[in-house]
């Protein structure tokens, strides 16, 4: 019992393990097992433990309905095109998920709904892919976030179904042959071959319309290792194929003319292997591109062309390279190359000579946020879409045109919640002295007085913190509070240095950027240091797991979702096993001693005083396990002398990734009714 709360008793166990010369404790263990009578005792007691504190929110109401209407905007995302066609999804206010759509002669219609699928809601569009012809679309759905999906073939003219169920694909890409008769794809071997390693064994496979998938050709990945990740991507002539190890930078590539062999046996030739860069490949009318990090960790564009690999875009120092795409209609008096980068993680597009590469002007956007992925026609063309938003901005489709180079709204949300919060981007200097940026979104846009703050970063993967549409932070300053995002090292907003001195033995680095932006908060009167929370998911729930453990004393308040914390067996379960790359591994002496000088499970202290602490979880979560939450809640329980609730939330039927408006919804307002219920902004 601390403080007035009374905390269900756990299943403790003195277990203690020799690792490489450690002692490391584990009193939890048993709480790893969902199927443990004990285990679900005791979710169940902290499941009644949450509902209670829940109630007690004063401002759950008012938060709830805020976010409802700052989130339930209705979204059009930048269509993909496809033959004649125009493939999108939409969303208009009110409904829970967004329809496939195909424009036809500029009218819009419904091709694909989820719900009319499956009326539950329980089934959502993980991915979907239009044959270049624009006749046939592959959709991918999964089932309770499980991310799990499978596959099924639409006619377009129709809506028909005409294929599937192709199953034990993960939001697999999709490449399609002329004529849309067969594709390429990524599937895992069946779950029997391999016990207890599942989610992995990937290989790429030939899938002819109308054919069992039990068919299906093996194309590539046998004999490979079984943490290989594949893509594949076709321009109708070559066929790509990269590999990755986990989440591993490094990208090999293989390269295959389709008319030089019958597609069940493309004579694929390695373009790259074993150089530690990641690589996307973009082939576009028989040529290859590659947005390579190779002795550029900005990022540069090289066109390769039998054993010649030249330079078309080069490395620009300050900004790093995201998308490129190419324009060569007839209606352009010279191909063109479209180049996104981030600089400071803000995105920029430029326009280039696709030959020479010189730059030709920029394209000119709404304002300082982020660009999604350029969308542009397979074949020749002249136009491209793309995505924009901002803090304060739900997204909204842009359409260049390259004739012209005039820059249009194409399509905006039904809805544009209006906010009067400022947001601004800041420098401050990590403890080692390194320059971190951070956008923090306030009442006033500069510190006039110590506002109750929430702190969020994330600092993993090569993953950009970049401006997006923010409704939790929105109605946070709204009542008066500051909302910052740090760019903390091992993200990749100052390129691939910037990740790397951030993972493996460097991972404290993203730790102490995180400590540093609170004190610089602090010291430049925009935060009041008796009302300083943080917020984190998944690695970044690791990252403010981090800071609770190391800096107990300065957080009145910690929210933790879906978060990774025992890194000693993080290996052991959901997709970790395809983490060692970013965070190491603890069956290497050296790697458990860095994992376990963080590890927050293993951080936890009896007698300390722990700021209150929001552990959210989901059953559907096949990415990380929600038995890291579990541990770490009953650590805490079972330490903590402070005052404030450690409370762990629970979802059924939702995962890791794609969720609905509603579900979405009373998230957000749950974790921040309890950071203000703690930290109390108020006007």
Known sequence: MTGSVEYPPAPRADLVEE????????PYRALEDPADPRTAAWSKAQDRLYDTAREGWPELARLHARLGELLDTGSVKAPVPAGPRLFRTAQEPGRDQPLLEVIEDGRARTLFDPLAFDPTGATVLDEWSPSPEGDHVAVQTSVGGTEDSVLHVLEVATGRVLDGPVD????????????????????????????GEERY??????????????EDVLVFGEGRAANQFYAVRTDGRLLTVTATAGTSPQTDIWVADLTQGP????????????????TAVHPYGGALYLLTRQDAPHGRVDLVDGDLRRTVVPEDPEAVLED????????????????????????????????????????QLPGSGTVGELRVHPGPGH?????????????????????TGRTELWAAPARTPVSGVKTCQVVFRSHDGTPVRMFVISPAGRPDRPRPTVLSGYGGFGASIVPGYAPQALAWAEAGGVYAFACLRGGAEEGEQWHRAGRREQKQNTFDDLDAAADWLVAEGWADPARLGLVGSSNGGLTVGAALTQQPEKYAAVVCVSPLLDMVRYELSGMGPSWRDEYGSAEVPEELATLLGYSPYHAVRPGVRYPAVLLGVAD???RVDPLHARKMCAALQHATTGEGP????????????VRGVATTVALFADLMAFLAATLQPSG
């Open 19 to 26: 690792l490489h010369g450690h002692r490391v404790a584990d």
């Open 168 to 195: 034990r694909l993960r939001r697999s890409t999709v490449a399609w042959l002329p004529g849309g008769g067969a594709f390429y794809y990524v599937r895992r071997l069946p779950p029997e071959l391999n016990p």
């Open 201 to 214: 064994h990937r290989r790429v496979w030939l899938h002819r319309l109308g054919t069992d998938p039990a």
């Open 263 to 278: 597609p069940e046996r493309p004579l694929l030739r390695v373009v790259q292997q074993d150089v530690d860069a990641r």
């Open 324 to 363: 490129f795409a190419v324009l060569a209609g007839p209606e352009l008096a010279r191909p063109l190359a479209l180049v996104t980068r981030t600089r400071h993680a803000l995105s920029e597009i430029t326009v280039h000579d696709l030959t020479t590469g010189e730059r030709l002007g920029d394209v």
């Open 383 to 403: 136009e491209a879409w793309f995505g924009y938003t901002d803090h304060v901005t739900p997204s909204r489709t842009l359409h260049f045109d390259g004739r």
């Open 620 to 622: 559907g979560d096949t």
């Open 646 to 657: 450690v409370l762990l939330r629970r979802e059924t039927g939702v995962g890791h990734g």
